[in-house]
């Protein structure tokens, strides 16, 4: 809310300006901004022109001497409205116009100009450009025009929370002020005279929904003559962002930026049979609003009605029907308290935000309604030479009984950590417009204010006094809980041995939005979840919370390519969103399924002066997925061919643990991205990406393990190799070996195909470690087992033994 | 006794010869030739046999001598040329140390907004809370109703609410909207209600979701809720640990500043601003206006108060038993301003040349 500080100091002593925001701002009333008024026409003096000559080369221009305060300056003009002696607005050299470019010193057609004298219009004031803006007399020259026409002022940028609508008006303000600097708010007279006949000879008021409408007051004013308003009236709201717009309907802006009270202005000759009636409006009713709309209203609308027609969306916006214009004589001014949230349905229903939407649904003070309106009648009479009736048309269905809270005196110190006197607490509360109707030795019962809404029990009243006494006041403690330490959680010990295991292998973390363009989760195909739909996106390309996190990851990978980033390997771990399972008892609305995910591509190992620029590819993403495996302690993990639709159909494995259960576990899926989607997303062949289950690796997990002690015999060594058709996977042959009891570990070092390996085969190289823990094996004990590993591997898998 | 003068002669020779050697291929021959088999020194035993016996022991203990002599000398030899070939090479060729290092593969970089989350939910463990999460897909009576935030209230005009389509969800109707939360604080309900009595002290990092998006906000962000509620707790204590924060994340020097504000979950609520940690709260950097704090030497970043007794009521606590503190932060803003980030939009495009600086 913009409030004037010229306006504000005729309700109440101000301090300096930034002092004044500063402490609006203590208060709860945050001040967003302070801004200078008429800073625009910085530089703008006033000036006297004390001769004028006809200018030798042109004969449209004159040479004038003025005198501007330093001393007399010569400048070329082109008006011809003035005389010598004038006062007239000068633009000094320096001075930046409101259209944007700066004035200097120049030479106009061979003669000096130290400036401009300037029109209304150049200086952004109105749209009179005729001639130059003849100012006052008796103006002195040097003067800034500013000062000269009253426009100094200073604007402070209020961010006024939803609680406080009492603080959305110029009067509300002052009483903060009035609170926190000790000083008397001076409420100005309404100052109305009234004339016979009386209202209710001319208007009848019916409320048809009391639970909608609390009161419904008007009066009527007659003879008015609309026409502008006079420049204090019209600075004042253009202060506050308010286009003036004419008096009557000024006066009513007037006093709902003064108090807060919104009022609508109607043509009572526009108002059929001269009958209001509030009611709800009827399915399929028309009504056009002031903005020039046609809305088909609904039954949850309260409108403002004639006996015909809707006239207004009560408390929203006024209707064009009834709208005052240049030939209205006869005003029914409206003064009402309706309901917040229907006035806010009403609003968001048919899109609109007004002045008075904004206050009405969060509350304006019941017991103004009255006085705005006498307030409101008598400035317009004033402005428009009208005359108002006697007596108000006041329909008053809801009655309302006073709010009193009680205050035990030793909550606000239980609450606040610090003493509070029973005085304290009185006097913050005082200050504030609450008054003490009882009191005892233990508590302190308040009547609430009628402005303020927001307050109903004590917490409520505890912020009175706080905000008031200022939180500076409270000491800084730490709490006295009795409480276990937690020990981190499965999830958070998985989630930080993840991280670090796949940032050892040169993964970068991605943080992506959760949502994603349905297209985006298409060339996945099904299976991989096609997320949660949004109904109020905000762009198409964000309309769908994610199935799966590859679409994300490929789109970052295809976006640092074309930042010309070639190595890439980046993961994410979050949220994946799905319909929630039929069986589901919680109440959480979808499942959300936490997933670990990435993508890498380019070269295996930075290209460097001794090793790299090879390709990655399935076995650099299986490196670095084992020793994620390996820290999370999950064991016995089966590498099965074949992974998701997305994936390549030969180049994919599914990651599957035996777990406890009679059924393996499916961990996720591993391989080189489909052809066919990589090319969807605009990236070459070559880009692996994994998929996996956070909640199945968590609940896999053992991360504390136990031990096995450090062998006490010497192994013996014996390398191994054998040539297997290329069908038979390393996992078999590895197995085979593994068989064997004495075996301690095996390791494969070499696979190679070729000659002289016949067509069709491969060599497996491996060297095996053998070892007894009991004793010191001997050569002819290991050329066995060997030997027996051979003739197995024979038998099972068709080895032949390589020499 | 010509035995005995044979032997010292031989090991005259050994003396010089071994003095002279080379290298290891020489001192080698050299042992050969000596102590071998079919060595000098076994030679001249061969020959005692002729000897009588009581010339015998002497003979043999001069061999003895000699043996254990020339031995001596080899190791010591061996010992020169082992110490003289270090020295070579000591003062030979260098290597190249201005060759870059050969890494493999660089490590992996965590994004700013995990390691920012992380270092404000470290401080927190610190002080004895513990980490809560929550559903992101929400429903309105956990993001709003039971934060004091009912339907129809201006407050919700605070947030810009994305809504999910219901019909996705395969659920049945007539339990209230299903939203995307609009801030981490419903997880102070789930968490108080999952307690089901105080003390409940918890931390909750998330995404949030808002219809918002601009130079200055993002429709996904990330917010760290944190809620402390028990018996005497007090506004002090907020005030308190808040400030402790504040030092743990900004620095041991940081100020913290307490004001007024409006959050409809928490009453009295508070606005928490901290010294700006890029002018150091002096407003002016090298005489120029800090843009950071736009001069004021304070940053706006904690929204708290205590938790209002109708959330308490809504969670079954008894309001006039236990009293608590919550609180709620930007993890975005958090790490602008600890790492110096000025667009916010770097966070989402997920440049590796961003994320690698982290
Ligand atoms: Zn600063």
Known sequence: MRISIAWLSAYVPLPPPAELARRLTDVGLEVEAVERVGASLDGVVAARILSSERHPNAEKLAVCQVEAGAGTVQVVCGATNWKVGDVVPLATPGTRMPAGHRIDRASLRGVDSHGMLCSAKELGLDDDASGLLLLPADAVPGTPLAQVLGIEDVVLEVNVTPNRPDALSHLGIAREVAAATGAEVSYPEAGLRQEAPAASTALRVTVEAPDRCFRYAARVIEGVRIGPSPAWLARRLEACGVRAISNVVDATNFVLLERGQPLHAFDLDKVAGAEIVVRMARAGEKMTTLDGVVRTLSPDDLVIADRERASALAGVMGGGDSEISAGTSRVLLESAWFEPTGVRRTARRHGLHTEASHRFERGVDPEGVVAALDRCAAMIATLSGGTVRRGAVDAHPHRRKPVEVTLPWTRPGEILGMPVSRKEARAALQSLGFELTSTGPRNGTFRVPSWRLDVTREEDLIEEIVRLRGYDAIPETLPVIVSDTPAPSLEAVVTERVRQALEGAGFSEAVNFSFVAPGDLTPLGAGSGAGIPLKNPISADLAVMRGSLVPSLLKVLAYNRRQRVEEVRIYEIASTYHPRAADATDDTPAREELRLAGVASGRRHPVGWSAGGDPLDFHDVKGALEPLLETLGIEGVRWVPGGASWLHPRSAATLSWPGGGAEPVVLGVVGEVHPRVAAAFDLPRGVFAFDLSFAALAAAARPVRGHADVPRFPAVLRDLAVVVANEVEARAVLEGVRAEPLVEEVTLFDVYRGAPIPEGRKNLAMAIRYRAGDRTLTDSEADAAHARIVARLQADLGADLRG | ?358
């Open chain 2, 1 to 358: 006794m010509d035995l005995v003068r044979d032997l010292e002669a031989l090991a005259e020779g050994a003396r010089q010869s071994i003095a002279q050697a080379p290298d290891d291929r020489t001192l080698e021959e050299l042992r050969v030739r000596y102590l071998g088999k079919k060595g000098e020194i076994s030679a001249v035993l061969r020959g005692m046999g002729q000897l009588a016996a009581e010339e015998r022991p002497r003979v043999g203990e001069v061999a003895n001598r000699v043996r254990d002599e020339v031995d001596a000398l080899l190791v010591r030899a061996r010992q020169r040329i082992e110490d003289s070939r270090l020295e070579k090479e000591l003062q030979g060729a260098r290597i190249d140390v201005t060759l870059p290092g050969r890494r493999l593969l660089p490590r992996g970089h965590r994004h700013p907004v995990t390691r920012t989350t992380e270092e404000i939910v470290a401080i927190f463990s610190r002080l004895g809370y513990e980490v809560a999460s929550g559903p992101e897909i929400e429903l309105d009576w956990y993001n709003f109703e039971a934060l004091n935030i009912p339907a129809d209230h201006p407050a919700r005009d605070m947030q810009d609410t994305f809504y999910v389509d219901e019909s996705a969800l395969g659920r049945v109707g007539g339990e209230g909207a299903v939203l995307l939360r609009t801030h981490t604080s419903p997880i102070q309900i789930r968490a108080m209600k999952r307690a089901g009595a105080p003390p409940v002290r918890v931390v909750a990092p998330g995404r949030v979701y808002r219809s918002d998006y601009d130079q200055t906000h993002t429709p996904m962000f990330h917010q760290v809720e944190g809620i402390c509620v028990g018996p005497g707790i007090t506004f002090a204590d907020l005030k308190g640990t808040l400030a402790a924060f504040a030092r743990a994340f900004f620095g041991a020097g940081t100020r913290t500043r307490v004001r007024p504000s409006y959050f409809p979950f928490v009453e009295p609520g508070a606005e928490v601003d901290v010294s700006c940690s890029i002018c150091g709260g002096v407003g002016n950097r090298s005489g120029a206006r800090c843009g950071t704090c736009k001069g004021t030497g304070w940053l706006e970043v904690l929204g708290s108060g205590m938790v209002h007794p109708k959330v308490l009521e809504n969670v079954g606590f008894d309001p006039s038993a236990v009293t608590g503190f919550a609180f709620g932060m930007g993890v975005e803003r958090m790490a602008m301003l600890k790492y110096g980030i000025g667009d916010l939009r770097l966070f989402y495009e997920n440049d590796l040349r961003f994320l690698e600086q982290f």
